[in-house]
C-alpha cells in the first residue's frame, strides 16, 4: 500500500509485527545454537567426559534459548526504521535474552541436583538404618 502526494509515491510503514518472519528467525537461530551445541558436545561424549543423555539436553536447552534469543532481537529489530539501529537492538536484545535464559536455566539445573542430593541422602540414611535395625541372626 502507498501514499500518493503530489505525483510521488511513498511507502507505508508496516505496523504488524512479520511474524512468519520472526519465526523463521527463530527457528534459524534454534538450529544455529543447536548445532554449535552438538559440535562441542560431541568431542565430550567421545572423550567419555560427557553421556550422551547429558549431550542430548544440553543440546535442546542451547537450541530453544538461542531460538528464543533470536525472536525476541528480531522483533527487536522491527521497531527501527533505521538499518544500523534496528541491528544494533537485534544484537543487544538477543543478548540479554540468551544471558536472561541461561541464568534462569542454570538456577532451575542446580535446583534439581540439590534435590536429587537431597533424595540420595535420604535413602542412603533409611537404608543405614534399616540395616542397623535387622535382628542379628543366631
Do not use: C, W
Not at 534462569?104 to 538404618?129: Q, Y
Amino acid at each position: 500500500m502507498h501514499i500518493q502526494q503530489k505525483e510521488q509515491t511513498y511507502p507505508l510503514r508496516q505496523t504488524a509485527l512479520p511474524v512468519g518472519a520472526i519465526t523463521a528467525m527463530g527457528a534459524a537461530g534454534a538450529i544455529i545454537g543447536g548445532t554449535a551445541a552438538a559440535a562441542k558436545d560431541l568431542r565430550q561424549v567421545k572423550s567419555g567426559d560427557m553421556t550422551r543423555e547429558a549431550a542430548a539436553g544440553h543440546i535442546l536447552k542451547e537450541a530453544l534459548g538461542s531460538g528464543l534469543a533470536t525472536a525476541a532481537g528480531a522483533v527487536a529489530g522491527t521497531f527501527f526504521r533505521s538499518n544500523i539501529l534496528g541491528l544494533a537492538a537485534m544484537a543487544v536484545v538477543g543478548v540479554g535474552a540468551k544471558y536472561l535464559y541461561d541464568g534462569v536455566a542454570g538456577l532451575a539445573a542446580e535446583k534439581a541436583k540439590t534435590a536429587a542430593k537431597s533424595v540420595a541422602k535420604t535413602v542412603t540414611k533409611a537404608a543405614a538404618k534399616a540395616e542397623t535395625a535387622k535382628p542379628a541372626k543366631a
